[in-house]
């Protein structure tokens, strides 16, 4: 791959509406500090707080129809001092995403590091039809979680190398993939290690009251709505894509440039690869057939031999995963030639390890600042104040799902981190909503529609530069390879995917349809 990734391309501000709106974004969002020292200064504020508003109480029907009492508790104290002290180390080891994320990691960063990732996606663009290419690069680029972030910059550049190649503009081809891997990108078929982060997350907030208490909280509580969002997407996401945005750039004048889509073409060894990692996958799916289908089968409740709502399969999802990536990644990486002995697997996996190294810091913070909120009780008498003021407002329903998808939408704005917002998120809204007689699995994904559709046209997104550079390097007129036009291509994206994903949850909800294994939307 070229240097286009590194490069960022400096386009003369206008004084359009439009482009003072993205700079006051950008001026905004630069102002917030880093996601440790963000978490840092909210558990500060929740010392402040706990002794501003302590003793302040609240009463909430909790299981039985029992009444249950609740107050601000103050750590402003010789008390709670200690507390801070000597449970520091326990908030931080015992902070539910942590273990997840880090297995998770471990095994997609032997995958990703291999080349498996990249060598499948650039295999299965390269072998489509031209006119399935757009509805293609949609459904692997949605997908594209798998690898975290890095989807944002080999499936939009090896999309333009493509587009280009078949003499189409390549700025569509980019638009397509970037709209895909960052609008798209909480819809996935597999769990990824975003699904792992956020259902923990979202663990942390179901015990504050009690009627969420018993609620599910695994990593697959939204896949039945997350899988078939793909499909939806893509839809939505081809449509706009031919109807809208190709038109738009169907007069924009494009440089002579080699149309290198042999570089993206997949090498004799990375073929062999795949076909090892084809081979072992199946070898792995079968085992867990095995496994999973008999009535009796080890994965299976051992005493209602059901899947649903409980099993070792919905408890163990997080290894069965690392596994199958293990697995794959590691075949992958024998048929390439880069996995030659027993050491080389443990490199791969340390490089997946360093890849959660900048989380593992934020969550040192998070962790402190997520149980001193809840110690304090201050998530739950927000909770309770919240659910009583929406329901004297009769502000419930399909109302209150869109505002916190708006909600979420509007922050993402200013804070690109999916995991920093719901870190602050969720133990509000997830018991506010639960008091109201929602499940978190309801609340979970009305965030995440809103926090993924905007991702695109966000200046803060750190891939915006990517795309710029990839511009630049097929656009005639370089000066015009800007942020307003990276954002003309994106925004039919965002809003038709906001809109697209709100109405498709809405059939969810009055259809009343299970979001995922065991989770339901009314409580």
């Known amino acids: 791959m070229s240097n286009l990734e590194r490069r960022t391309i400096v386009n003369p501000q206008t004084s359009s509406t439009f482009q003072k709106a993205l700079d006051f974004i950008e001026f905004v969002g630069n102002k917030f500090p880093s996601p440790f020292m963000l978490f840092a200064l909210l558990a500060l504020f929740v ?157 942390t907030a179901i015990g504050n009251v009690a009627a969420t208490a018993a609620s599910p909280s695994h990593l697959l509580i939204n896949y039945y709505f997350m899988s078939s969002s793909v499909i939806i997407l893509t839809i939505v996401g081809t449509i706009v894509a031919e109807k809208v945005v190709a038109p738009r750039l169907a007069h924009m004048e494009l440089k002579d440039v080699d149309l290198s889509v042999n570089e993206h073409k997949l090498t004799a060894e990375e073929n062999k690869g795949l076909k090892y990692a084809g081979w072992a996958a199946l070898v792995y799916l079968a085992i867990l ?46 048929g390439k030639g880069v996995i030659k002995k027993e050491k080389d697997i443990t490199n791969y996996l340390g490089k997946g390890l360093a890849g959660a190294i900048s989380f593992i810091v934020t969550a040192f913070a998070a962790a402190q600042f997520i149980a001193w909120f809840n110690k304090t009780n ?98 005639k007129f370089e000066d015009k390879a800007g942020m307003g036009t990276l954002m003309a291509t994106q925004i039919p994206y965002a809003l038709a995917f906001l809109v697209a994903w709100t109405l498709w949850l809405l059939v969810f909800m009055f259809l009343n349809l299970p979001l995922g294994p065991g989770a339901k939307i009314f409580l």
């Open 289 to 334: 057939a095995m496994l999973l289908i008999p009535d009796y089968g080890v994965l299976r409740d051992p005493k209602t031999h059901t899947i649903l709502p409980k099993s070792a399969f919905l408890d163990g999802i997080i290894p069965i995963l690392f596994f199958f990536f293990l697995f794959v990644g590691t075949a992958f990486g024998i």
């Open 47 to 203: 010392l402040l707080i706990s002794q501003v508003f302590e003793g302040t109480a609240v009463s909430y029907v909790g299981k039985g129809g029992k009444m249950v009492d609740v107050k601000v508790l103050s750590l402003f104290n010789a008390e709670g001092f200690r507390y801070m002290l000597t449970d520091m180390v326990k908030n931080f080891v015992n902070f539910p995403p942590l273990g997840l994320v880090v297995v998770m990691m471990l095994a997609m960063g032997l995958a990703e590091s291999t080349g498996f990732v990249s060598a499948l996606v650039r295999k299965i663009m390269m072998g489509v039809p031209p006119w399935a290419i757009t509805a293609t690069i949609f459904f692997i680029g949605i997908n594209g979680n798998l690898a975290s972030d890095a989807s944002m910059v080999f499936v939009p550049a090896a999309a333009a190398a493509v587009y280009a190649g078949m003499g189409r503009n390549p700025i569509l081809g980019m638009s397509i993939a970037f709209a895909a891997t960052a609008a798209g990108f909480s819809a996935n078929l597999i769990p990824a290690g975003t699904d792992a982060l956020i259902a923990g997350i979202t663990q």
């Open 378 to 475: 201050l998530a739950t008498v927000i909770a309770v104040k919240g659910a009583n003021l929406l329901q004297s407002l009769d502000f419930t329903g399909v109302s209150l799902v869109i505002a916190l998808i708006l909600l979420s939408a509007f922050v993402d704005l200013f804070v690109i981190s999916g995991s920093a917002k719901w870190l602050i998120l969720a133990p509000i809204f997830v018991p506010m909503f639960g008091l109201l007689g929602y499940e978190p699995a309801l609340t979970q994904v009305a965030y995440r529609i809103g926090e993924s559709s905007v991702n695109s046209v966000t200046p803060l997104n750190y891939y915006v530069p990517v795309m710029l550079g990839i511009m630049s390097r097929y656009m």
